[in-house]
């Protein structure tokens, strides 16, 4: 019983309410820049970092280390070909469609780090680059969008409309 708990699907009134916080999200971070209100992105970056190294943390503890040890060979050869593709689309045509400078460089880093990692990768990624060598606004605009905006709500949207489909939750 534990362990169906454990590894149950989300049912569709949670995916539902994961899309109203999305866009809530999106809503709100909008509306406080339209009022010329920002949020204040140290304490939005700090709460990120705590719940992301919590999450880490809590998805190692729950790892079955010697069954994840039978795997290895065809996970690290994964690994190998998901950086070999992301590096070679990043180079190819981030880098190109970003015009072979600057924000292309940026872009290219935030794209490479979210493909081989995640997106708060691909973010720090982004800032130090442009800690470096300046700021790169068009890359960071278009990778925020592309990075979280998109994929979560498309995701949070093919999840709901599968659970629907299959006929699970409520």
Do not use: K
């Amino acid at each position: 019983d534990l362990h169906r708990r454990r590894h149950s699907f989300p049912t569709r009134r949670s995916s539902d309410l994961f899309l109203v916080v999305l866009l809530a999200a999106v809503a709100l971070t909008n509306g406080a820049d339209l009022l010329r209100r920002p949020f204040d992105t140290q304490a939005s970056d700090l709460v990120g970092t705590v719940a992301l190294r919590v999450f880490l943390a809590m998805a190692m503890l729950t790892l079955d280390w010697a069954e994840l040890a039978e795997h290895l060979p065809l996970l690290l050869s994964g690994a190998l070909v998901q950086a070999a593709i992301t590096c070679a689309i990043g180079i190819g045509l981030v880098y190109v469609l970003f015009g072979r400078g600057h924000e292309g460089a940026v872009a290219c880093g935030g794209f490479i780090g979210f493909g081989i990692g995640a997106m708060p990768i691909g973010l720090a990624v982004m800032r130090r680059l442009q800690t470096a060598y300046g700021d790169a606004p068009r890359a960071m605009l278009a990778f925020t969008l592309a990075a979280s905006l998109f994929p979560e709500t498309a995701n949070a949207l093919v999840i709901a409309t599968l659970l629907r489909w299959l006929g699970a939750g409520g």
